[in-house]
């Protein structure tokens, strides 16, 4: 055991050495006094909570696994303890350095299934409930900074209590002068201050830990956090988001583009750390009880929540990559009325549109065309796409199974649910156990796909959750739309591309065949539906 004390010793030892190099540096340069001697506390303080935590977790594991055999019951308890303890750990360190540790912690809580069960469950019970809270000071002080003025004079009102924090902002409730209610976003002080810091030391730590112990590799997250922090810290960039991502629908996606909207930007009184925008009142995509109060049904909102990132997935290629039940909100479409039962039309509203993706042309049509193949399990096209997304020969099974989170036999099974997940008991423990046995394949398979599938991975776990609030499970029928948006996004590209009469008559031909295979799925869909209520009509007699 004498090396690992020995790795866990020159661990700590490199990173106090690091941080104390940097604080002497930033001491040395800084044009800023205050912000320089603010830093020079915090950053060595967080930088060494780092690499104790890390050592500790990393030892633990080396420890307690010590000997014992692999594929053993042993061995799976004990390993389930210390993932326990590590994720426990690591939470707590989250919460003691703040900042964009707690994005990577709900980040953790937010990738089911693609890191351990015990980690995701602690994360996500505890990151998006404890966010820090700026106080009203802070608040005005950045509102000093970015428009001159103190918040009570920009607005006629303004609500000193926030109604929600999140990692990297919290939002006010506000009135402007001409009587409008706003939501006001307004980013936590200290983060412009030790964002780049505290990338710094986490990206350190990771790194040291992969070289001590290589079969803890979670440098593809760091990779991630280093593309889409930036952007998501320029408030600018998500209003300039929000409204590309509506006119989008309005030009590719016209038949559901009123079924969809974002919040009205009031750029006059926004900037890179402050966001002005329209208040919207609306249910949370995941409060069952209170959509059906307002007379929607879960089950049209589950397809209309399905449509809406397929469209974007598939035919826009620019995806909002964060969508957690705090940030959908649905109420009835405006313009619809009830129907003779109650019943409205839903509106899903899409908020926080700081981290989106691009797909270019060549990853759009090779995701979709992935898709294609995983609804119509096609074994043979699965395997191709997979390949040209980067998984390898060795991991395209592995790389279906993360996606749909179905295991290889039922990925490419023939039958019309093959994808469907129950969401019951004896379906969680399949997919924990599965991601538990190939924890370090999935490590590897993540560092080879594109980062920006990767994304695309988060936001299917996002969506599998608010499919599994509305329906206990997922829906046949919002697989059965991921083939019909991601099929015709493949025939539009081929479209696109042809060059040739011979081609585009091909391509034509394609095109009919698959409207004839997805009408026959349709047409197996409402016989299945039919099936179900008739026996459930015979169970209530």
Known sequence: MAPLWRAAAKLSLVTAAVGGGAAAALIATSDDPKTALKLTTTVPRRLFRDAVTAANIAFDYEYSLWGVPEGSTERERIKHEVHLRSAQKLQELCFKNGGIYIKLGQHLGQLE?????????????????????????????????????????????????????????????????????????????HLTDTAAADHA??????????????????????????????????????????????????????????????????????????????????????????????????????????????????KHGFVHCDPHAANLLVRPLPSSKSSIFGRRKPQLILLDHGLYKELDFDTRFNYAALWKALIFADANSIKEYSLKLGAGEDLYALFAGVLTMRPWNRVVDPSMDHLVIQGNESDRSELQMYASEYVHEISELLRRIPRVILLMLKTNDCLRAVNNALFQGSSLETFLIIGKVSSKAVIDAKMSQSKSLLTWFSVELDKIFLEVRLWGMQIALWLLQLRKALTWSNQGL
């Not at 990151?127 to 607005?155: A, H, Q, W």
């Not at 303004?158 to 402007?176: C, E, G, N, W």
């Not at 930036?230 to 559901?256: G, Q, W």
């Open 113 to 189: 299934y693609l890191v351990p069960e015990e980690y995701v469950t602690t994360m996500r019970n505890s990151m998006l409930n404890r966010c820090p809270v700026s106080s009203y000071e802070e608040i005005c002080e950045v509102f000093e900074k970015e428009l001159g003025e103190t918040p009570d004079k920009v607005f006629a009102e303004f609500d000193p209590v926030p109604i929600a924090s999140a990692s990297l902002a919290q939002v006010h409730v506000a009135r402007t002068h001409d009587g409008k209610k706003v939501a006001v976003k307004v980013q936590h002080s």
């Open 201 to 314: 030391t986490v990206e350190l730590i990771v790194n040291t830990l992969h070289t001590f112990f290589p079969s803890f590799d979670y440098r593809w997250l760091i990779d991630e956090i280093s593309d889409s922090l930036p952007k998501e810290l320029d408030f600018l960039n998500e209003a300039k988001n929000s409204e590309k991502c509506l006119e989008n629908f309005r030009k590719l996606s016209p038949h559901i583009a009123n079924y969809v909207y974002a919040p009205k930007v009031y750029w006059n009184l926004s900037s890179s750390k402050l966001l002005t925008m329209e208040f919207m009142d609306g249910a949370h995509v995941n409060d069952v009880k209170t959509i059906q109060k307002l007379g929607i049904n879960p089950h049209e909102l589950s397809i209309l929540v399905s449509q809406t990132f397929a469209e974007m997935m598939f």
